[in-house]
């Protein structure tokens, strides 16, 4: 029993250190967003305004007399998680890659290095490409005054775009970490290559219910999530098989070296 509980032990006190070392980096993060969130908040909001260019009396407002300040320390706080997730996937590799066979951490290597680059392309589609397209679309629900008509004009509230902004941004990014999550849940054994292949409808049905809940109501927000997304899950079946192959030959090479 001692020799069970040791090696339990020693992975839970290891992993309380990289959860603080995670933490100590998300504070020192925010702290650095802070400093730099007006900047932040010019870029997040750039795609709207220009869309609003050349148009005078257009703005943002805040309706609570803390709106702002509270919107700046989210600010502060998803920049933190941005500059933090870096440190976040090596923390996670750095704890799984001693259990890892040699065939496996080549496989795994690139899959985590690349998990910072994952989340930073999805975050991009968002900003570069669903956000821009969709504020358009929302925008063209706008009426310009007439006589005995009130026009329609968009004032949106600081905190209520940023939020919108922010949600899209790191959806999008940790979206794109499915390839991530399959392989852990491979290497675990919960999920395999076959039952992945299997469940395919399922699981585009899935894709399908997410992009719907996390982009805005227009027709090209979830199919831009939709479509990337799947191609991300048939991604995963292969790195799931790869990883099956390569547990198979490692464990008839211990089998004959026994």
């Known amino acids: 029993m001692n020799d069970v509980?040791?090696?339990?032990?020693?992975?839970?006190?290891?992993?309380?250190?990289?959860?603080?070392?995670?933490?100590?980096?998300?504070?020192?993060?925010?702290?650095?967003?802070?400093?730099?969130?007006?900047d932040i908040f010019e870029f997040l909001v750039e795609p709207l305004t220009t869309l609003l260019q050349g148009q005078p009396g257009r703005r943002l407002i805040y309706t609570g007399l803390t709106e702002a300040f509270i919107t700046?320390?989210?600010?502060s706080f998803f920049g933190g998680l941005f500059l933090s997730f870096p440190v976040l996937a090596y923390q996670v590799?750095?704890?799984?890659?001693?259990?890892?066979?040699?065939?496996?951490?080549k496989l795994a290597i690139p899959l985590f290095l690349g998990a910072p680059l994952?989340?930073?392309?999805?975050?991009?589609?968002?900003y570069y490409v669903v956000c821009p397209v969709a504020w358009k679309f929302f925008l063209s629900f706008e009426t310009p005054p007439s006589p005995g008509v009130l026009p329609i004009q968009l004032e949106a509230r600081v905190e209520e775009y940023l939020s919108l902004v922010l949600k899209l941004i790191f959806s999008f990014g940790l979206c794109?970490?499915?390839?991530?999550?399959?392989?852990?849940?491979?290497?675990?054994?919960?999920?395999?290559?076959?039952?992945?292949q299997d469940k395919r409808k399922y699981a585009f049905l899935g894709?399908?219910?997410?992009?719907?809940?996390?982009t805005p109501p227009d027709f090209f927000s979830p199919i831009s999530l939709i479509i990337p997304l799947y191609a991300l899950y048939e991604i995963s079946?292969?790195?799931v098989k790869r990883t099956e192959k390569v547990r198979i030959m490692q464990t008839q090479e211990n089998v004959k070296a026994s």
């Open 237 to 239: 079946i292969i790195l």
């Open 207 to 214: 894709i399908v219910i997410v992009a719907a809940i996390i």
């Open 93 to 105: 590799w750095q704890f799984l890659s001693p259990g890892l066979y040699s065939q496996e951490k």
């Open 118 to 126: 994952l989340f930073l392309l999805g975050s991009a589609m968002a």
């Open 176 to 196: 794109f970490q499915l390839p991530v999550v399959m392989y852990l849940l491979g290497r675990l054994g919960i999920v395999s290559s076959k039952m992945l």
């Open 72 to 75: 700046y320390l989210k600010i």
């Open 5 to 38: 509980q040791k090696p339990l032990l020693e992975h839970l006190i290891e992993l309380r250190r990289r959860l603080l070392i995670v933490v100590s980096v998300l504070v020192l993060g925010m702290g650095l967003a802070y400093f730099f969130s007006q």
